[in-house]
């Protein structure tokens, strides 16, 4: 079990370029949760999913944004059309389903829009 | 938008002194946990504490809960140099939604 992890760490892109980010969750955790997270800011929920099934998205996740978990393992996040404000940290988390689980969190993506 | 809210936003010790953080809450929670992270870096889980419990201890770390105040305290005793992090606490509903604060940034000067 080598823990969370995501790709790329670092991401530079120009306004109106569409970007995609991977997450790889620990192997036996069926929930996988995506945040953002600005400087001097706690995490931002954006969406998770149970298995393959998207069980629910933040109104902050706007019609650019776009989350897969295709055969319930790892996990994309696709933002179209990137915007400056879209600039932030994007973390992934995994955890056990049921209760009283604490979340395994990726390194992170931080994403600079130009 | 957050749910929990820390107190203080920062906060400055020196190495040995204990450190004390505080986070309040809106709603019901089934538990709340304490993460830490460090600049740049993901979060890591720290401690839990259920809904129905009042305190746990972890090595250097005591959390309380209150859930009439819907507030919860971090104590770290006997800080050293490498806690200096930021904290947050994190409430999650019964629907198993995470909440994140808005964080407590710690320093301790050796």
């Known amino acids: 079990d080598t823990g969370v992890s995501q790709d790329p760490r670092h991401k530079i892109t120009k306004r109106g370029q569409n970007v995609t980010f991977r997450c790889d969750p620990i192997?036996?955790?069926?929930?996988l949760y995506w945040y953002r997270q600005t400087l001097g800011q706690g995490p931002e929920f954006l969406t998770y999913f149970q298995n393959e099934a998207q069980l629910e998205k933040s109104r902050l996740l706007s019609d650019r944004f776009s989350a897969e978990r295709p055969k319930g393992s790892f996990s994309t996040l696709e933002i179209q059309r990137t915007e400056q404000g879209d600039s932030a940290m994007y973390l992934c988390a995994s955890t056990r389903t049921g209760t009283d689980y604490e979340q395994y969190f990726g390194p992170g993506t931080r994403l600079t829009v130009t | 938008s957050q749910q929990g809210e820390e107190d203080p936003q920062a906060l400055s010790i020196q190495e040995g002194e204990n450190a004390t953080m505080n986070c309040s809450y809106k709603t019901s929670i089934n538990n709340l946990q304490w993460y830490r992270q460090n600049s740049g870096r993901g979060l890591v889980h720290l401690i839990l504490?259920?809904?129905?419990?009042r305190e746990k201890h972890s090595g250097r770390l005591r959390v309380t809960l209150d859930t009439s105040k819907k507030s919860s305290s971090l104590l770290i005793t006997a800080s050293r140099a490498a806690d200096t992090a930021s904290y947050f606490c994190?409430?999650?509903?019964?629907?198993?939604?995470?909440?994140f604060g808005t964080g407590t940034s710690l320093t301790v000067i050796p």
């Open positions: 994190a409430t999650v509903d019964t629907g198993n939604q995470f909440y």
């Open positions: 192997s036996e955790h069926n929930r």
């Open positions: 504490i259920r809904s129905n419990e």
